[in-house]
């Protein structure tokens, strides 16, 4: 599942639209606010954060990531038509998984997202394997 986190009706629609086609289900938030929301209580397998959002901005986004729910910060993708070099004083350790700038390529960002969800769906796959009880132990 995707987050897209946009305030601009247009883009937030336009990136649903093109997803869905592709196949992949989608979940939106208008703000800042309604994203933190969302993210306390869905594990997604990659996130479309813009920057500059109402009530609580892409970087606040980013800083509750980096605190409460880290393994999903490195399912971030950065869409947006901020500077790079503000991104890149935040994220020195390159936590999030890309940034695109706007106007972006779709093809891009589809590549971009299908890579990001197919390592989501591969690291959860591999933490689930690492619970499962060997096949004798369970008796039989």
């Known amino acids: 599942m995707i987050l897209i986190i946009d305030d601009d009706p247009g883009i937030r629609g336009l990136l649903d639209v093109v997803l869905r086609r592709k196949g992949f289900e ?3 938030a208008t703000d800042g606010a309604e994203a933190e929301k969302k993210l306390r209580i869905h594990d997604y ?3 479309l954060l813009d920057l500059m959002l109402p009530r609580l901005n892409g970087f606040e986004i980013l800083r509750f990531l980096k ?3 880290r393994a999903m910060l490195e399912r971030v993708i950065v869409v947006t038509a901020v500077a790079e ?3 890149r004083d935040f994220d020195d350790q390159k936590f999030v998984w890309a940034l695109l700038r706007k106007p972006f390529d779709l093809d891009g960002l589809i590549e971009t997202v299908t890579e990001c969800a197919e ?3 591969a690291q959860r796959s ?3 394997s690492l619970h499962r009880w060997p096949a004798e132990s369970l008796g039989g």
């Open 119 to 121: 390592n989501a769906i």
């Open 85 to 87: 070099v503000t991104l």
């Open 67 to 69: 605190a409460e729910r």
């Open 45 to 47: 397998d990659v996130i």
């Open 26 to 28: 989608c979940d939106l």
């Open 126 to 128: 591999k933490k689930t």
